[in-house]
């Protein structure tokens, strides 16, 4: 089955490059149109009705995301592509969306377009674009919400209203302030590099904490915290001057 796909793209040469790896590694995107603004990538999308889109972060008169904001529904796949690891970068991770950091290598590459094959034959629901959008507006805020992936699909959360998260094996179990816990697929160490900028952090390898919900902290050659929810979490010496920095 061809999916209809469209890239958004303003560089010639960054343009010829996506063309070729998708001729390549991905004979199965059918290349539909291309567009370098954002009225006429607006115009292109509501046009094609695309399954998958490739979109520049940074595009001549805009973003892709000024972009998204334009479209009256957005039922496609979206892959980012940007030459900056930037702020962008991270909200685009939260929402569990496909980026692509330039000059784009081709395992990234075909790791993107894999993970999209599934998505469609999974026909999951669109959600990750809203989600996205969502955390752009709050960039450096406790309002972000974060896509933890299940062994069914997904699931949306406040990060403001995660108390901690725990290792079980590769999976990482998420304890939430309604009582509720999530089981992710994905390890402990993914969730790291997205949380511990947000005032979480890391106390041991088998636990990261969201500070905001410390109750106490008990001293000893290590030390122990105690979480809002009765939790008793172990301080590993090796991580305990970074704890101990951010109380």
């Known amino acids: 089955m061809a999916l209809r796909t469209i890239i958004i793209e303003d560089e010639e040469n960054s343009?010829?490059?996506?063309?070729?790896?998708?001729?390549?590694?991905?004979?199965?995107?059918?290349?539909?149109?291309?567009?370098d603004s954002v009225d006429k990538s607006v115009q292109l999308i509501e046009t094609i009705q695309p399954q998958v889109v490739f979109t520049d972060v940074q595009i001549a008169d805009g973003t892709?995301?000024?972009?998204?904001?334009?479209?009256?529904?957005?039922?496609?796949?979206?892959?980012?592509?940007?030459?900056?690891?930037?702020?962008?970068?991270?909200?685009?991770?939260?929402?569990?969306?496909?980026?692509?950091?330039?000059?784009?290598?081709?395992?990234?590459?075909?790791?993107?377009?894999t993970h999209i094959r599934e998505r469609?034959?999974?026909?999951?629901?669109?959600?990750?674009?809203?989600?996205?959008?969502?955390?752009?507006?709050?960039?450096?805020?406790?309002?972000?919400k974060i896509s933890i992936a299940?062994?069914?699909?997904?699931?949306?959360?406040d990060i403001k209203d995660i108390i901690w998260c725990g290792a079980e094996s590769s999976y990482t179990i998420f304890h939430l302030a309604n009582n509720t816990q999530i089981i992710s697929s994905r390890n402990l160490g993914y969730y790291e590099s997205l949380l511990?900028?947000?005032?979480?952090?890391?106390?041991?390898?088998?636990?990261?904490?969201?500070?905001?919900?410390?109750?106490?902290?008990?001293?000893?050659?290590s030390g122990y915290v105690v979480m809002s929810n009765g939790s008793?979490?172990?301080?590993s010496q090796r991580r305990k001057n970074d704890f101990l920095n951010m109380i």
């Open 232 to 235: 008793r979490l172990e301080v």
């Open 120 to 144: 469609i034959n999974a026909k999951r629901k669109h959600e990750h674009i809203d989600l996205l959008l969502h955390n752009l507006a709050q960039f450096n805020t406790q309002d972000k």
């Open 15 to 35: 343009l010829q490059v996506i063309c070729s790896l998708l001729a390549e590694f991905a004979p199965d995107f059918e290349l539909c149109g291309t567009a």
């Open 196 to 221: 511990c900028s947000n005032n979480f952090c890391r106390i041991h390898h088998t636990s990261i904490i969201n500070m905001r919900f410390i109750k106490s902290y008990i001293k000893g050659k």
């Open 64 to 113: 892709g995301f000024d972009v998204l904001r334009k479209l009256s529904s957005r039922n496609f796949e979206l892959v980012c592509l940007t030459a900056h690891n930037s702020y962008a970068v991270e909200a685009v991770r939260f929402s569990a969306i496909d980026y692509l950091l330039k000059p784009i290598g081709i395992p990234e590459f075909e790791a993107a377009v």
């Open 150 to 157: 299940t062994v069914n699909g997904y699931e949306f959360v």
